[in-house]
Nanobody, 127 residues
């Protein structure tokens, strides 16, 4: 089965930065559309950012636009989420998700657009 492995979470002060990494293995092609979602206690899961399989298109939630950057890594089937100017409201468990096809021209904002999910990584931003 396809595996999605995340790393890079942690605890930072407000205004600081973190970089999340997502590595996908176990599938035929090297890259598919990949997205980041997050969920805080008591809140619904929300979309954060997504990137097309070739990096040609990106989508961001309004709440993170200008602060977060999603990008493809140099290694095959890897994705990064650079998070700058972090705020306490960014505190959540962050999940990497990836598609299983290249049928879309642009990445989806909906969780239904992604077939495989990572284990989640905690990001905590203190004030």
């Amino acid at each position: 089965q396809v595996q999605v492995v995340q790393s890079g979470g942690g605890l930072v002060q407000a205004g600081g930065s973190l970089r999340l990494h997502c590595a996908v293995s176990g599938r035929t092609f090297s890259s598919y559309a990949t997205a980041w979602f997050r969920q805080a206690p008591g809140n619904e899961r929300e979309f954060v950012a997504a990137i097309k399989w070739n990096g040609a298109a990106t989508v961001y939630a309004d709440s993170v636009k200008g602060r977060f950057t999603i990008s493809r890594g140099n290694a095959k089937d890897t994705t990064f989420l650079q998070m700058n100017n972090l705020k306490p409201e960014d505190t959540a468990v962050y999940y990497c998700a990836t598609a299983d096809n290249r049928n879309r021209n642009n990445p989806s904002r909906a969780p239904e657009g992604y077939a495989y999910w990572g284990q989640g990584t905690q990001v905590t931003v203190s004030s």
